[in-house]
């Protein structure tokens, strides 16, 4: 029976309509060889086409789908009328024409947690720089180039007063690029460019910390928000980040007795489990009984935190009512925990692996600042002469 190949159309978001072929009867996945009568082609037009520039997309575009379409029936029917050849060139053409911008979004959508977040900021600003699609055979090092300046310069989507910070730009680089690595590994790319732009440079930062005195200062005192003091306690006795700590359920955490506790983090990704263990006294600061089996097992450890507009102000009070001038922020509290561990000689390896860096030259700026705190503490030594 011969195969019949059909042009369709999906909504999507933004007014879209995504193309895709439809099968009948059903053929093997390329990849999972399941059977399967859908093959999205990466390529778009727009439900309702308002300029002649739009309408000239619509025309151009589903004539491209019409053109797969017919190679793409003719090739799974008359598969003796193509080279071998011929079959690899017609599908590295049908892969180029798929959009970049589309690939993308399915990637940061397989992103966890705070990672998910960055990939998810990064897109907003590669789609306003592509008007939203770009396909695969029009990126080259010149594209790159250029949307990388585009970062350096551009407006911050959270305030059109100030630029993009360059720490920004470079983390939302670095996505586009590992996406450009994926797309290479996927052979939709023939060319590894992620290798053939330079990354930006990030800007060297000061990132502030409590010393202990401060620390145990702010423990003493009183908090207008009590949960917020709770947490905030909790991150700088673990290093946890305020986005993971939100996350935090009963069930993920473990009394050994002779041991201490312990946090079984399930990794999705892996199929394994990270065990992060936590003091006694990191404990006590959920407010939960000694044997956390005792607890609700599917309720988060810190219920109801306020909004980050709230949470700010009573943090700058409950900071000032401390007596300390730094600017901190919550992010603060980690960087206190990896600063107060290297002091405390921990390994600089162990850190790393405590704070979930990937590369341990990110924990290595915790090294710098220790450095630098220590030679301020030695010219504090002077003899009047």
Same mark, same amino acid.
């Given at each position: 029976?011969?195969?019949k190949?059909?042009?369709?159309?999906?909504?999507i978001?933004?007014g879209?309509?995504?193309?895709?072929?439809?099968?009948y009867?059903?053929i093997?996945? *390329?990849?999972?060889g399941? *059977?399967?009568?859908?093959?999205?082609?990466?390529?778009?037009v727009?439900?309702?086409?308002?300029?002649?520039?739009d309408k000239?997309h619509?025309t151009?575009?589903l004539?491209?789908?019409e053109?797969?379409?017919?190679?793409?029936?003719?090739l799974?029917?008359?598969?003796?009328?193509?080279?071998?050849y011929? /079959?690899?060139?017609?599908?590295?053409r049908?892969?180029?024409?798929?959009?970049?911008?589309?690939?993308y979004?399915?990637?940061?959508?397989?992103?966890?947690?705070?990672?998910?977040?960055?990939?998810?900021s990064a897109? /907003?600003?590669l789609?306003?720089?592509?008007?939203?699609?770009?396909?695969?055979?029009?990126l080259n090092?010149?594209?790159l180039?250029?949307?990388?300046e585009?970062?350096?310069?551009?407006k911050?989507n959270?305030?059109? /007063?100030?630029?993009l910070?360059?720490n920004?730009?470079?983390s939302?680089?670095n996505?586009?690029?590992?996406?450009?690595?994926?797309a290479?590994r996927?052979?939709?790319?023939?060319?590894?460019?992620?290798?053939?732009?330079?990354p930006i440079?990030?800007?060297?930062?000061?990132?502030?910390?409590?010393?202990i005195e401060?620390?145990n200062?702010l423990? /003493?005192?009183p908090c207008?928000? *009590?949960?917020l003091? %709770?947490?905030?306690?909790f991150s700088?006795l673990?290093g946890?980040r305020?986005?993971?700590?939100?996350k935090l359920?009963w069930?993920?955490?473990?009394y050994?007795?002779?041991?201490?506790?312990?946090?079984?983090?399930?990794?999705?990704k892996t199929?394994?489990?990270e065990?992060?263990d936590?003091?006694?006294q990191?404990y006590?600061f959920?407010e939960?009984?000694e044997n *956390?089996?005792?607890?609700?097992?599917d309720?988060?450890?810190f219920?109801?935190l306020?909004y980050?507009?709230y949470r700010?102000?009573?943090?700058?009070?409950?900071?000032?009512?401390?007596?300390?001038?730094?600017?901190?922020?919550?992010?603060c509290? %980690?960087?206190?925990?990896?600063?107060?561990?290297?002091f405390?000689?921990?390994?600089?390896y162990?850190?790393?692996k405590?704070?979930?860096?990937?590369?341990?030259k990110?924990?290595?700026?915790?090294a710098?600042?220790?450095?630098?705190?220590k030679?301020?503490a030695?010219?504090?030594?002077k003899?009047?002469?």
């Open positions: 029976m011969a195969t190949a059909s042009l369709r159309q999906k909504k978001s933004k879209r309509k995504s193309l895709y072929l439809d099968f009867p059903p093997p996945h *390329p990849k999972t399941k *059977p399967t009568r859908r093959e999205f082609l990466g390529l778009y727009y439900e309702k086409p308002k300029t002649p520039i000239k619509n151009e575009t004539k491209i789908g053109g797969i379409r017919q190679k793409r029936e003719n799974l029917n008359k598969p003796e009328i193509y080279s071998q011929e /079959k690899e060139q017609l599908r590295i049908e892969l180029g024409e798929q959009c970049f911008v589309e690939y979004t399915m990637l940061a959508n397989k992103r966890k947690a705070s990672n998910h977040d960055n990939w998810v897109l /907003k600003y789609d306003t720089f592509t008007n939203g699609s770009i396909k695969f055979v029009d090092q010149k594209f180039e250029d949307f990388k585009y970062l350096l310069t551009t911050s959270r305030s059109s /007063k100030t630029n910070a360059q920004s730009a470079a939302y680089f996505k586009v690029k590992a996406a450009l690595g994926e290479y996927d052979d939709i790319l023939q060319n590894d460019l992620n290798s053939k732009v330079k440079k990030p800007a060297e930062t000061r990132r502030n910390f409590l010393t401060e620390l200062s423990a /003493k005192t207008n928000y *009590p949960l003091k %709770r947490v905030a306690l700088a673990t946890l305020l986005i993971d700590i939100k359920y069930k993920e955490f473990e050994i007795k002779g041991f201490g506790y312990r946090i079984n983090f399930d990794q999705s199929k394994n489990v065990y992060y936590i003091s006694e990191a006590n959920t939960g009984k *956390p089996k005792e607890m609700p097992q309720k988060a450890v219920e109801r306020k980050k507009g700010d102000k009573q943090l700058h009070q409950w900071i000032g009512a401390a007596g300390i001038t730094k600017h901190i922020t919550f992010h509290f %980690r960087h206190t925990f990896a600063t107060l561990q290297l405390n000689k921990t390994d600089i162990t850190v790393s405590m704070l979930g860096h990937k590369d341990i990110t924990t290595q700026l915790y710098k600042v220790v450095d630098e705190a030679q301020t030695a010219n504090k030594i003899l009047d002469i």
